[in-house]
């Protein structure tokens, strides 16, 4: 409601028009708030909701991780006295559980691994991308040697961020062009260049390549394209790179063609050198 004070010579129709715009202003301006209000409780409660679910991910795979254990225990000990009586149907189906039980168990690490990029990040530091690149290439050395990759890389920079993640982000990505490969030796190309205030980090490879309407849905979690019967893997990996590179104020991005290959970007903004730095 607008209360208007007596006037001299009482109110005229250009009084009554700016009283109008007034209360259509005011009414638009509770509005808007009533709306940035709600956006507002729904952010906080979605943010609520996702940290409950990544903590209930991280709690679930850890609690099955004993139990895992213990069923991996007792089937090896099947198996072990399968092969001494020589039953070749019970020596099938241990090696289809061990297989399972192996499976699963890598869903299980992939989960907690996901869960873990928000709730149990480092601090973020100085860190070398050159050496966190060579320890992704070190521990893909045997995987390298196997499928007698070629891998090249230029020189990169220093960024603030959390090494460890960044180690697993290029790992998961090098590893998925180990992976996703046809019958020629894979090409992989790593490298760096600053666009727009933003690092952009590259992964090229020479692989099978991804159509385009899966540009989008391959970063989401459980989503694979192929059997795996295929290609092994859980669905995991580029969610957890999505992750890690959005905790690191970036985003991930692929350009791909079926039978040419795929570059995977992510970018990381340049920031100033500081030795300490929150979470998130």
Request: proline share 2%; aromatic share 8%; glycine share 8%.
């Amino acid at each position: 409601m607008i209360a208007l004070g007596n006037k001299e010579g009482g109110y005229g129709g250009e009084d009554q028009k700016a009283v109008e715009s007034l209360s259509v202003a005011i009414v638009e301006a509770l509005r808007s708030k009533r709306i940035e209000d709600r956006l507002v409780r729904q952010t906080e409660e979605l943010k609520r909701s996702n940290e409950e679910l990544e903590q209930f991910a991280y709690v679930v795979s850890h609690d099955l991780q004993e139990p895992l254990r213990s069923i991996n225990g007792f089937v090896q000990l099947l198996a072990r006295r399968r092969r001494e009586v020589k039953d070749e149907k019970s020596e099938h189906y241990t090696e289809r559980i061990v297989a399972g039980v192996g499976r699963m168990r890598e869903l299980i690490d992939d989960l907690l691994e996901y869960s873990r990029v928000s709730t149990r990040g480092n601090l973020f530091e100085p860190v070398d991308c050159g050496e966190i690149v060579t320890e992704a290439l070190a521990n893909l050395e045997s995987a390298i040697d196997k499928s007698e990759a070629a891998v090249t890389c230029d020189e990169f920079p220093r960024v603030q961020g959390d090494a460890s993640q960044l180690t697993q982000l290029f790992q998961n990505l090098i590893g998925n062009a180990l992976k996703f490969r046809n019958e020629r030796a894979p090409q992989i190309h790593i490298n760096a260049e600053k666009r727009d205030g933003v690092w952009v980090f590259s992964v090229r490879d020479n692989g099978i390549g991804i159509e385009p309407q899966y540009f989008e849905r391959i970063f989401h979690v459980f989503q694979r394209l192929h059997s795996q019967q295929e290609y092994a893997g859980t669905g995991i990996g580029l969610a957890i790179c999505k992750k890690i590179a959005e905790r690191h104020g970036g985003r991930i991005w692929v350009e791909s063609e079926p039978g040419k290959g795929s570059t995977f970007n992510f970018t990381i903004p340049e920031r100033e050198m500081v030795h300490r730095e929150s979470r998130e």
